[in-house]
């Protein structure tokens, strides 16, 4: 059974920073591609970014590019999100996904992230 646990959100002021982690059981880590996925208030899921399985692929949205670095550690099961720059357009509730193929086959529970203005 997978589990994705997430951790790191919070409330931030606009211009700071916020670093999600996601720690992955239950499946083979180091070949599976995760990312992120977020949705804010009365919106739908949007898709955030995305690694490979060897880290060496990553894709964003256009809207956190050069904002927002998406990384790995094999070794524990990690997968991290970190945030700089960011705006009230980035409150939402962040999700880790565990990719199979072009879909999403699991999700984590969640973490809020709040900017203020």
């Known amino acids: 059974q997978v589990q994705l646990v997430e951790s790191g959100g919070g409330l931030v002021q606009a211009g700071g920073s916020l670093r999600l982690s996601c720690v992955a059981s239950?499946?083979?880590?180091?070949?599976?591609?995760l990312g992120w996925v977020r949705q804010a208030p009365g919106k739908d899921r949007e898709f955030v970014a995305a690694l490979s399985g060897s880290g060496l692929s990553t894709r964003y949205a256009d809207s956190v590019k050069g904002r927002f670095t998406i990384s790995r550690d094999n070794a524990k099961n990690t997968v991290y999100l970190q945030m700089n720059s960011l705006n009230p357009e980035d409150t939402a509730v962040y999700y880790c996904?565990?990719?199979?193929?072009?879909?999403?086959?699991?999700w984590g529970q969640g973490t809020q992230v709040t900017v203020s203005s």
């Open positions: 239950g499946l083979t880590f180091s070949i599976r591609a």
């Open positions: 996904a565990a990719f199979r193929g072009l879909g999403i086959s699991d």
